[in-house]
C-alpha cells in the first residue's frame, strides 16, 4: 500500500497570505496525485488532478505541482472560504487501491 | 447537475450488516469509463478507500476489508449499495460514495456530502 503523509498537520495563515501544504508518497505515483478540499458537512472538493490540473470551476489562487513522491498545493491570496482541510490522493494503480494522506488542516492566523 | 446522496442507518449494532445505498444523478452507471467508489472517513482519521464499481459492473474491494464488503449497483434506480458485514466500533465513520469519469485514468471528480454512521450497543 501506498502511504500518502501530508505536512504541516495544522497550518496558520493569515487572509490574503500564501500557503504551501505539502503531501509526500511513500514511493512513486507519478503525476496521479489529486488534492481535496474538506469541510464540516459538505461533500469534499476536488480542487487538483494530475498533480497540477486544476478541477474545474476552481480559482486560480489554487496550484497544485509535484511528481513521483512530492507534491504541493499552493493556495495564493487566501481567502475566507479557503479555511478548511485539504487532502492529497494517490490514484496511480490499477487495480484500484487508492490512498489518501491524513489532512492538513488550513486555519486562520 | 451531477449529484450522489449517500443514505442508510445513523446506528447500527456490533455483529449487524450496514447497508448504504448511494443515490446518483446526472449520469448513468453504465456510461463508458464512469466508476463509482465507496470511501469512509473515521472520526478524526484519515479517508480510507472501500470498493468500487465500474461501467461494466466490475467491481474492486479494499485488500483490509474485501471479506466484508459487496458493492452491487441498480441500474433502474441509479443507485450504487455498499454492505458491510460483522460491523465493529471501529466502522463508526462518515461515509461517502464518489463519481470517477475517464474511470480509471481519473479520479473522484464529485462527491456526495456523506452519511454519518455509528456503531454501538
Known amino acids: 500500500e501506498i502511504v500518502m503523509t501530508q505536512s504541516p498537520a495544522t497550518l496558520s495563515v493569515s487572509p490574503g497570505d500564501r500557503a504551501t501544504l505539502s503531501c509526500r508518497a511513500s514511493q512513486s505515483v507519478n503525476r496521479k496525485l489529486a488534492w481535496y478540499q474538506g469541510k464540516p458537512g459538505q461533500a469534499p472538493r476536488l480542487l487538483i488532478y494530475g498533480a497540477s490540473t486544476r478541477a474545474t470551476g476552481i480559482p486560480a489562487r489554487f496550484s497544485g505541482s509535484g511528481s513521483g513522491t512530492e507534491f504541493t498545493l499552493t493556495i495564493s491570496g487566501l481567502q475566507s472560504e479557503d479555511f478548511a482541510v485539504y487532502y492529497c490522493q494517490q490514484y496511480n494503480n490499477w487495480p484500484p487501491m487508492y490512498t489518501f494522506g491524513q489532512g492538513t488542516k488550513l486555519e486562520i492566523k | 447537475q451531477v449529484t450522489l446522496t449517500e443514505s442508510g442507518p445513523a446506528l447500527v449494532r456490533p455483529t449487524q450488516t450496514l447497508t448504504l445505498t448511494c443515490s446518483v444523478s446526472g449520469f448513468f452507471l453504465t456510461t463508458s469509463a464512469i466508476c463509482v467508489s465507496w470511501i469512509r472517513q473515521p472520526p478524526g482519521k484519515a479517508l480510507e478507500w472501500l470498493a468500487l464499481i465500474d461501467w461494466n459492473d466490475d467491481k474492486y474491494y479494499s485488500t483490509s476489508l474485501k471479506t466484508r464488503l459487496t458493492i452491487s449497483r441498480d441500474t433502474s434506480k441509479n443507485q450504487v449499495v455498499l454492505t458491510l458485514t460483522n460491523v465493529d466500533p471501529v466502522d463508526t465513520a462518515t461515509y461517502y460514495c464518489?463519481?470517477?469519469?475517464?474511470?480509471?485514468?481519473?479520479?473522484?471528480?464529485?462527491w456526495g456530502q456523506g452519511t454519518m454512521v455509528t456503531v454501538s450497543s
Open positions: 464518489g463519481r470517477i469519469i475517464n474511470c480509471p485514468l481519473w479520479t473522484f471528480d464529485i
